[in-house]
């Protein structure tokens, strides 16, 4: 079944990703494809199979609570789009 | 070629033995393969960055260490990296412009454990962007050329390492494989990749694409060289949650005892009608090749869920990369968009501007199959038959010790062919998917050529048995010399 227009525009917003007219026209009509690709899902039975995160047996791993030497703070911020002395800056959330 | 440059012919296992004897530096095997980046690159593109002057200083250390004794097998090796593995003070891109000037305050443990081994960097390779992909021509800076014919694709995701060692402008090579990113373009370029048991070597600093695949691995001549990079890069992690508190083996000490009583199957979902003839012609003939080598041969294995594993690869795989990619917000690290009117308009242009047409795609995939009302039917369902996928697998190597398969349907496609058509990319992937799907290691090996080009044969092995994939694939190479064949560049 088609994505509609509104549903790749809500799904782009959910994501946080900008879309431009066109992007909305080409990712409706690839996205649907897609979708419908995953019909093939429903052809095996997985009654009473219970889903799999990852392959490992492994559950609450944890290590030992010592400190380390942690990055240097220069070197952390050196990426930094804005920053603002030792801190990251970012733009106000609440007008 | 002079005889200088025909260094960068040599396997890494080769070099180090005459490294070892010192006929020859790890400064003359650095500048034979310098040599071929100079002559090649303009017309393969394999690299996204060069590190020539490190190199230098690095291949000059590892003739001190050499000199002195006890230099690990590595030691002096000309060595590509993956542009996903983050290189401390190494700009690290993932083939995004997101990262086009991201430069990592830390090393990847692979990166650190290599150093450690005493490679030298040439560069780090080009990809599609965040590993999103099966032909490299989602990087956002260039495509990659495959080597045995520059008009056609070196596979993806990793198809700059892979054309780097194809091309001989690196001896050794690593990946990343999510769903195929390391086997598909080893296939492609006719050269050795390997993607370890999931948990086997360490993500810390690998950049995360899918989490729950995602793996580390190889790309190299021939399997002794793709044993050799296993030492130096398996083993346990605490930074990585996910690495297994497994041992690590010398992979290199069974690699010779033979494919004498050892139990292959073939499983039948796998020789897909999309496989072209020659495909199929050299696949065959090389599982086939295995009787004279004394195992025994089960062609009528089956993994009836096999038909469903793209597309549970195909919501698994983008979901965890909608909440991977959530970091790229343009606050802390990468492209920032600060023109907008609000924080909010900030991040969506971010994410617009920085992200490409494929992960852009992938993330609105995932968020989609993880939004309320969906969740149970894409994501939660593609999960149960991953545990259904996992258990036929279980259920097969209780038969048999290796399964042997096609790694691709098609040698190295057209640059452009399927570049607008996003289903026909991902179907690549379809023999490649299941194995990262279930978490075991496999691998690619050169088994023929149609019309010129590489043809893959995939080797898969029960999880932390890499062993007995390695020792497989090593009884064919004595076998066999597809993998001495070298493109005429």
New interface residues.
């Given amino acids: 079944m088609p994505l509609t227009r509104e549903e790749v525009e809500h799904v782009a917003r959910l994501a946080h990703v900008g879309v431009t007219d066109e992007d909305v026209v080409r990712f409706r009509s690839q996205l649907s494809q897609i979708l419908d690709y995953f019909e093939v899902l429903r052809a095996v039975d997985t009654e009473g199979v219970p889903p799999t995160s990852q392959s490992l047996p492994l559950e609450n791993v944890t290590r030992p609570d010592e400190t380390l030497q942690p990055l240097d703070q220069e070197a952390v911020l050196a990426n930094a789009p804005l920053r603002s002395g030792g801190y990251f800056r970012v733009r106000k959330i609440l007008e | 070629m002079n005889s200088a440059s025909a260094l960068a012919e040599l396997t890494a296992h080769e070099a180090a033995g005459l490294l070892r004897k010192r006929e020859i530096s790890a400064v003359d095997l650095l500048e034979s393969v310098l040599e071929r980046v100079a002559a090649f690159e303009p017309r393969v593109q394999a690299y996204l960055t060069l590190t020539e002057q490190l190199a230098r200083e690095q291949a000059a250390a590892a003739d001190k260490r050499l000199a002195a004794g006890g230099a690990p097998p590595l030691c002096g090796i000309p060595t590509c990296i993956k542009d996903v593995v983050c290189t401390q003070g190494i700009r690290t891109t993932c083939g995004s412009r997101m990262l086009e ?3 990592p ?2 090393d990847a443990t692979v990166a650190r454990m290599l150093n450690d081994a005493g490679i030298v960097l040439v560069g780090k390779g080009n990809m599609d962007e965040f590993a999103m992909g099966s032909s490299t021509e989602n990087s956002a800076f260039h495509p990659t050329h495959n080597p045995w014919d520059l008009t056609r694709v070196p596979g993806g995701s990793s198809g700059g390492s892979a054309a780097a060692v194809a091309a001989g402008e690196a001896l050794v090579a690593l990946g990343s494989d999510t769903g195929g990113s390391i086997r598909q373009p080893a296939a492609l370029c006719g050269i050795v990749g390997v993607k370890p048991t ?2 086997r070597v360490s993500r810390f600093g690998l950049i995360a694409f899918g ?2 695949l995602d793996q580390i691995g190889p790309f190299s001549h021939d399997v002794e060289d793709a044993a050799l990079v296993l030492n130096a890069i398996c083993g346990h992690d ?1 930074r990585d ?2 690495s ?1 508190p497994v041992g690590t083996p010398d992979f290199t000490s069974d690699l010779r005892h033979g494919a004498e009583g050892l139990r292959i199957g073939v499983p039948r979902e796998y020789l897909v009608d999309s496989m072209t003839p020659g495909v199929r012609d050299a696949v065959t003939t090389a599982i086939g090749a295995f009787e004279g080598l004394g195992a025994t041969i089960d062609w009528e294995i089956s993994l009836p ?1 096999t ?2 594993a ?3 690869y ?2 698994i795989a983008p979901s965890e990369a ?1 909440a991977n990619l ?1 970091r790229y ?8 968009y ?1 023109e907008g009117r ?3 308009e ?4 971010t ?3 920085g ?1 490409g047409e494929e992960v ?2 992938r ?3 995932g ?2 199959a993880l ?1 309320a009302g969906y969740y149970d039917a ?1 994501y ?9 996928i ?1 258990r036929e697998f279980d259920a097969a190597f209780a038969r048999c010790d290796v399964l042997l398969a096609p790694t691709t349907p098609t040698p190295a496609f057209r640059i452009g062919e399927k570049v607008n058509d ?2 026909a990319m ?1 179907l690549n992937d379809v023999c490649t998917v299941p194995v990262n ?3 075991l290691p496999g691998m690619s090996i050169p088994c023929g050529f149609e019309a010129g080009l590489p043809i893959g044969l995939q080797v898969i092995a029960k ?1 932390f048995d890499e062993a007995t994939m390695l020792k497989t694939g090593y009884a064919y190479q004595q076998a066999t010399d597809w993998h001495k064949r070298r493109p005429a560049l």
């Fill in positions: 000037k991201f430069v305050p830390y999931y948990g989490s729950s605490a949650a996910t297994a869920a038909g469903a793209l597309a549970a195909y919501v909608s959530a917000d343009g606050v802390k690290y990468g492209y920032s600060l609000s924080m909010w900030n991040m969506e242009l994410r617009e501007h992200f852009r795609r993330i609105m995939i968020t989609y939004s894409y939660i369902k593609a999960q149960r038959v991953r545990t259904v996992r996003p289903m991902y799907i279930a978490g999880p």
